[in-house]
Every structure is written in C-alpha cells, then in structure tokens.
C-alpha cells in the first residue's frame, strides 16, 4: 500500500462528508426562518431544531478528534441533552445558521491538515490501552460516524411538507 | 503507510456500514407485518416500501462493486423508479425480508474477501478513462455512498409513530 493508496482512502472519506454536510447545509439554506420552525411531521422535530442538534453534535468533533477546544459547548445542553421544545429556543435561528458555516470550516480547515497515518490515530473517548487492540477506533471512525449521522437528519428534514 | 494501516482504512468503513445495515435490520425486525404498512408520517413512505427500496439499492451494489450479478433487479421498478402506493404491492413483506438477508450476507461475503486495494480499484459506473483522473471513484465510494443511504432512511423510519 503506497501513501498515495492511504490519501486516496482518506480523500473518499472526506468527500462523502462533504456531499452530506454540504447536502444539508443547501437544505437548510433553502428554508426560510418560518419554515425552520415548522415540524417536519405532526409532534417531530423542527428543522431549528435539527440545525442546532448538527452545530452542537459536529462541534463536539473537535475535541473527540483531538483537534482543540469546542465553541459551542452551550448548545449541547438544549440541542443534545433536551429533545425538541423541552426549552425555549436559546438561540435566533440567525445566530444558528451562522454556527453551522463557522464550525464546519473550521473542521475542514483541520481535515485538510490531517495526513492519512494522523486520521488513524486514536480519537479521544477510547484510552489508549483500549486502542491498542481497536485500532479503528481512531478519528476517521468519529468522521464516519457524524457523516452518518448527517444523512440521518437529512432523511427526516426532507420529509417536510414542500 | 503499511499494509496493516490500509487494512484498518477497510475495516473502519466496514464497520460503520455494518452499524447502519445492523440498526436498520434491527428495525424492520422490530415492526410487525402491520407496522411494516403504516405511512411513517402522513402521506410520507411506508417501512414496506423502504424496505424494499433498500434491497433493491444494495442489491445494485453487486453489479457497481463489479462483484457479479443482482438478484433482485425486477424490485427497482417498485421501489426505485416509483414511488411509494404508485404500484400494487409486489412482493409479500415476509419475502422482502427475506430479501434484506439474502442481499445483505451476500454483500457482507464479498466485502470480507476484498483486499485494500481492490476496494481503491474503480467501481462500474466510472468509465477506466475517468477513474484514472478521479481514483476517489472506487469501489469503497459506492459502500459509503450507501452506508450514508441506509442511515438516511434509518432517520426517516424513526419518525414512526411508537
């Protein structure tokens, strides 16, 4: 396996991220501020909400992959920890959409810096001892699993009512 | 990069696939026959036909993976090309979850005997000439494509009402 095999590897990963969070981020950018706050079926989540759950979710990526320290450690508590309209909403939807495009540069701007032995490194919710028998337990597992998670969201919020 | 290090880029994409496949026959397992019929929101898709247009996407994998050929190429015609309650039911539900196995464990056979770089080689649907400019057009695109594609509908069917 040569080093351009492995930065192919990484290259498929990081694209498939991208066509997921971009997917969301047109989807989100094509709802007006009403249509954020309409469920996207009887008693579901809105799409404020979603949006809010993807911020928190996402920025919490920077610290599980190593990278530094999160910005948005206040929005976990309404966006991950609450379900939907358990609090009043804790931020303009304004202020929500502006979250996203910061912490998703800020994340590629860490992704184009990563060398492909770096995305497998360990990523910080496994010890070290654990990953020594894991080994793909490591930061490209985390990016996999969020782009996943991504595609999840996108399901739900492209069943609103056109 | 060693050829232990190419193999842990494999076996992360593969387990992320295999948490999304697994959450999703865990799912429709869960749901009985008649739960398999309820919309999953008003006017919004069946479990019945997600199911089915599952199998019928992963089964197109076999020929995009240029693994062999499909069994299941007379299901895209119900759950690919039209939409949900455009046809009469097809297939009975018990034979559609028959269906999910049969693809699944022959998906899951021919991944456990390709090596790292057979999954960097092209998948069908790029010509030779294009792969040669686009390597990131291979065949472990096509299994995140469709790990991202499960997850999605996963989103989608947990929106059913408990």
Known sequence: MT????????????????????RAA???DSLSDE??????????????????????????????LRLGEPDYTHLR???????????TDPIPVAELRQAWKI?????????????????????????EEDFAKEPHRNRLAILMSRTGHVSYHIGQLMLLPK
Chains 1, 2 share one sequence.
């Open 103 to 127: 912490v998703h540069e800020k994340l590629n701007a860490h992704f184009e810096q990563l060398s492909p032995s770096e995305w497998l490194e360990r990523h910080s919710t496994v010890s």
């Open 77 to 87: 508590a309404p966006f991950i920890d609450s379900p939907d309209k358990a609090v």
């Open 3 to 22: 080093d351009s095999a492995s930065q192919i590897f990484v290259t498929t990963a990081l694209k498939s991220w991208n066509v997921w969070t971009g």
């Open 26 to 28: 047109k989807l989100f």
């Open 35 to 64: 249509q954020m706050q309409a469920e996207i079926a009887p008693g579901k989540n809105r799409p404020y909400y979603l949006l809010g759950h993807l911020v928190a979710v996402d920025d919490a990526m920077i610290p599980q």
